[in-house]
Nanobody
Framework: QVQLVESGGGLVQAGGSLRLSCAAS????????MAWLRQAPGKEREFVAG????????YYQDPVKGRFTISRDNDKNEVYLQMNSLKPEDTAVYYC?????????????????WGQGTQVTVSS
């Protein structure tokens, strides 16, 4: 049974930092591209960042470029999202997702497995 378990969310002031983690089990982690997506209240789920199966390639949506960093540790079966210079508009539930193959996708329907999400709230 595949499980993706996120952790590290919380309440932070604008300008602060958080590091999200996602622990994967039940799959051959190194054969999956990984991504972080988020969903704010009343909005659709949106792609935030993706990383290839080996970690050599990453991609970020414009609103988070230069502030967020995605990384992975294939020995630990974990993926991370370091979030710096947080803004109130970053407030959302953050999900990690796994997509079989080398490349991420900006389309959330193309992911095979999802975590339960972790809440990030940024106060102004």
């Amino acid at each position: 049974q595949v499980q993706l378990v996120e952790s590290g969310g919380g309440l932070v002031q604008a300008g602060g930092s958080l590091r999200l983690s996602c622990a994967a089990s039940g799959l051959t982690f190194s054969t999956y591209a990984m991504a972080w997506l988020r969903q704010a209240p009343g909005k659709e789920r949106e792609f935030v960042a993706g990383i290839s199966w080996g970690g050599g390639s990453t991609y970020y949506q414009d609103p988070v470029k230069g502030r967020f960093t995605i990384s992975r540790d294939n020995d630990k079966n974990e993926v991370y999202l370091q979030m710096n210079s947080l803004k109130p508009e970053d407030t959302a539930v953050y999900y990690c997702a796994a997509r079989y193959g080398s490349r991420w996708s900006p389309t959330y329907e193309e992911y095979d497995y999802w975590g339960q999400g972790t809440q990030v709230t940024v106060s102004s």
